[in-house]
């Protein structure tokens, strides 16, 4: 009876031997490469995967190796153990060892002969046996082959969670070297950003997370197909860019190129617009020379100031500033292969009469550079001391309100809580006394060739140069004319006076034109009074 036990235990072992080794091993371990290969996707290139769900509103297509690359890893193991299970379940089991146990061929079910009958029952347990045998030397092939698979895949993920970090940071530390700020020039606005929203050039759909990311490292694919670039070193920032917050369309460059914030701060008819035409117009003349390129940064700022020129050719002054935050004239400025976008912000004097509404003029806290424009006219002292001839001709040059002093007052203040009093004492100012062309006919306020600062001090805005003094470490003086710097016939030197005062402050955000300016710590040059005929008319334009 042991003896046949034991003939029996060494058919079965044989027999489960051979089916395992040239059968059932090889039959599970190719069905399982074969599910693992198949389910692997995407299924069509370049479409999107139906197994991942879309990530908000971008209209890229999600990088592969951020999602689907672990989705298609999961369903091919997943896949490989399901099809090993299946068939040694399904086919191995239920079919092949349930039908030699109960004596009939395996593949067809027929019984034939006893002595058949007897053979399929003798080789049902070995059969089993070489199945089981079989599926799990198979098993354990695979559990290596994807054990590797994960590792490789794990290894590919850091690796590109390491690119994308590298290009991250150094994007940032691009921006931060070169001290990058995008900031909206916009009223309503003026919020910083990180990223500004890239629109596609093929299909023209907004991407607002075009970096090296989810959605790619090097390039996104956008829903068009179309691959755009993610890095600004590859010309991302070539591309049209809008704000992230108020959607508005930003100037090409916006994201590679320094932005110099440059408000123009006065009061009423202090001459701020005027001042910026002519700076503009000074801007324009000294890159005719070839030593400066400018540039307008957007067509809608190219017609702003065809629109002021044509105001003042035609009507001889510009209608007062209007609303209650002023949108940026940006410029592009070029000198020796270094570039900027000037911002150059008009307000309306109203804006700058009291805390609140100096508070809303959010773009103050932005500034690289204060332009303050000081009508030497409308300070009360300094009218107490002028006879009756020459308070006609002040009264006639339409004197700013309020007068320079309370509008400084006024201004500093919130630009210590807007900009923080630190970087308020590291911002250059730029002191501009206008309606030089009145000035020169009062003999006692004639404007030097230099010492302007202590000028002022001498004819009654000693508080103003003091406290100047105090609160602003690196300043500079000018005196012109904007009524000879604009309209028909301008004097291009006046022009010029006005560009040092801009020229000046883009110098201090590290681009050399220091050679375009004057010598004299105080600016301009050294005629006494503004020449020619153009100082014949004792009003001046500036209304602005």
């Not at 990530?55 to 091919?76: F, H, I, K, N």
């Not at 202090?270 to 324009?284: D, P």
């Not at 602003?472 to 005062?501: H, M």
């Not at 955000?509 to 040059?525: C, D, H, Q, T």
Request: glycine fraction near 10%; aromatic fraction near 6%.
């Amino acid at each position: 009876m042991s003896g046949l036990i034991a003939a029996a235990a060494w058919l079965t072992v044989g027999v489960g031997a051979a089916v395992c080794l040239f059968r059932a091993f090889w039959e599970f371990l190719a069905l399982a490469l074969g599910a693992s290969a198949k389910v692997l996707g995407p299924r069509t290139p370049g479409t999107p995967d139906p197994r991942v769900m879309p990530v908000g509103s971008e209209p890229a297509q999600r990088a592969y190796w951020s999602r689907l690359m672990w989705v298609d890893a999961y369903t091919s193991t997943r896949a490989a153990a399901s099809a090993v299970r299946h068939r040694l379940l399904g086919r191995w089991m239920a079919v092949t060892a349930r039908r030699m146990l109960t004596g009939h061929q395996p593949s067809t079910g027929y019984g034939g002969h006893w002595i058949a009958r007897g053979m399929f029952f003798l080789l049902a347990p070995g059969t089993a046996l070489g199945a089981i045998t079989g599926a799990l030397l198979a098993s354990s092939i695979l559990v290596l082959i994807h054990l590797v698979m994960w590792l490789l895949i794990s290894l590919v993920w850091l690796a590109t969670v390491a690119g994308v970090a590298v290009l991250r940071g150094a994007d940032r530390a691009g921006a931060l070297v070169r001290r990058i700020r995008m900031k909206c020039p916009y009223p309503g606005c003026y919020r910083p950003f990180p990223l500004a929203v890239h629109r596609c050039p093929g299909c023209g759909t907004t991407h607002r997370e075009l970096r090296p990311g989810r959605f790619g490292v090097l390039w996104h694919v956008c829903a068009c197909r179309r691959r755009i670039v993610t890095v600004s070193l590859a010309g991302r920032d070539r591309l049209a860019v809008e704000c992230p917050h108020c959607d508005r369309p930003l100037p090409a460059g916006t994201g590679r190129l320094r932005v110099v914030h440059v408000p123009i701060v006065g009061g009423t008819s202090s001459g701020k617009t005027m001042l910026m035409a002519a700076a503009v117009a000074g801007l324009q003349a000294t890159s005719g020379t070839g030593a400066l390129k400018v540039s307008f940064a957007t067509a809608d700022d190219r017609r702003d100031v065809v629109d002021l020129n044509r105001q003042l050719t035609t009507a001889g002054w510009v209608r007062k500033t209007q609303g209650g935050q002023p949108r940026a004239l940006m410029l592009r400025v070029s000198h020796r292969r270094r570039d900027r976008l000037l911002y150059l912000y008009d307000p309306m004097g109203e804006s700058l009469y009291d805390v609140d509404s100096t508070r809303r003029q959010a773009y103050l806290a932005h500034a690289d550079g204060v332009v303050l424009v000081v009508d030497v006219l409308a300070d009360p002292q300094v009218r107490r001391s002028l006879s009756v001839g020459e308070e006609e001709f002040a009264r006639a040059a339409n004197p700013s309100d309020p007068g320079p002093w309370q509008t400084y007052q006024t201004f500093t203040g919130e630009l210590s809580a807007l900009a923080g009093r630190r970087r308020r004492g590291r911002l250059p100012l730029a002191v501009v006394v206008t309606k030089r062309d009145v000035l020169d006919r009062i003999e006692r306020l004639r404007v030097p060739a230099t010492g302007i600062g202590p000028w002022l001090a001498t004819i009654g805005l000693d508080p103003l140069v003091r406290d100047l003094g105090h609160r602003f470490r690196v300043r500079r003086f000018w005196a012109l004319s904007a009524y000879a710097a604009t309209g028909t016939g301008p004097l291009v030197s006046e022009q010029q006076r006005a560009a040092e005062a801009v020229l000046w402050i883009l110098a201090r955000s590290g681009l050399r034109v220091g050679k375009l300016l004057p010598k004299s710590p105080e600016a301009g040059p050294a005629t006494s009074s503004v020449p020619g005929p153009r100082s014949a008319p004792v009003q001046d334009r500036s209304t602005g």
